[in-house]
């Protein structure tokens, strides 16, 4: 696997993979809201682009909005088949990715049905990443010892109010206006943030999720469960605990059922660890 694209979609109840891509290993996850009666809207890949670079993709279709699950699927088929285009011309990822989160937005436009999607994309190439950001699904990188070296930065009102030091992560979380978010893919407002690159470590943690994890669990329990242990571990740990939350079985804890998608990357200390256990 490799070398081939790898795409969790929501035609299933549950996906889940672990695999090994782009000279590191991975877990990826998708899952519906509790008790949902529509599709789950979240759409998750991992796409090579060489041995050792990829690119990690979540989008969250626009709940409420019209087509939110077609949005999603189609900004991710969208970028995709752009970055195979690109790799395929040796274009650089960096402009490549940028290339095709435009093309995406046009054709999330050009479905004419209203629907949006948030969309981050974090790249790695051999130890190098970098984070790219439309909306509040969110991407972190974190060391074994528990330092976070990113955190992006939700395009929300409580994000922004976090971001300038008037609430803190925890407030932000029972905010009345936490499921608000100022920027989508699909619009023509669209705007991409691009983060500085991040040397990594190896096994440094890289964390890409939908705010069905990050609307249910505080950062600083995130960063407690991935950051060492077997990789497979550490998304079953955080994907238990959001689960949790869901269900309202933590008391004074946050409580946001919706729907739940995330990557867990981390490149090996060698290359003989790149082997399936």
């Known amino acids: 696997m490799a070398n ?19 000279g590191g290993e991975f877990v990826a996850y998708t899952c519906p809201a509790p008790d949902k009666v529509t599709g ?13 670079a990829a690119a990690l993709v979540v989008a969250d279709g626009a709940g409420g909005l019209p087509g939110g699950q077609r949005a999603s699927l189609v900004a991710v088929a969208t ?20 290339d095709g989160i435009e093309a995406a937005n046009r054709a999330v436009q050009q479905l004419g049905n209203g629907s949006a999607t948030t969309l981050t994309v974090v790249t790695i190439e051999g130890l190098i990443a970098r984070a790219y950001q439309i909306g509040d699904s969110e991407a972190i990188i ?30 932000a979380l029972h905010h009345a206006e936490r499921h608000l978010v100022s920027n989508f893919l699909g619009t023509a407002e669209m705007r991409i943030d691009v983060g500085a690159e991040v040397t990594l470590k190896p096994r440094d943690t890289i964390l890409v999720a939908s705010d069905g994890l990050t609307d249910n669990v505080h950062v600083e329990e995130i960063i407690d469960r991935i950051r060492s242990g077997p990789i497979d571990d550490a998304a079953g740990s955080v994907i238990s605990l959001a689960r949790r939350r869901m269900g309202g079985h933590s008391s004074g804890q946050p409580s946001k059922p919706d729907d739940l998608s995330l990557i867990l990357f981390r490149k090996p200390y060698r290359l003989a660890d790149l082997v399936p256990r």
């Open 40 to 52: 789950n809207e979240d759409t998750v890949a991992i796409v090579p682009y060489g041995p050792q």
């Open 79 to 98: 970028l995709i088949d752009s970055l195979n285009a690109s790799m395929a011309e040796t274009m650089l990822l960096r402009t490549a990715i940028l």
């Open 4 to 22: 081939e694209v790898l795409v969790l979609d929501n035609s299933r109840e549950v996906d889940r993979r672990h695999a090994f891509i782009g």
């Open 142 to 171: 974190v060391g074994q010892r528990g330092l976070l070296k990113l955190q992006t930065l939700a395009h929300s009102p409580t994000g922004l109010a976090v971001e300038a030091g008037f609430l803190d992560q925890r407030e």
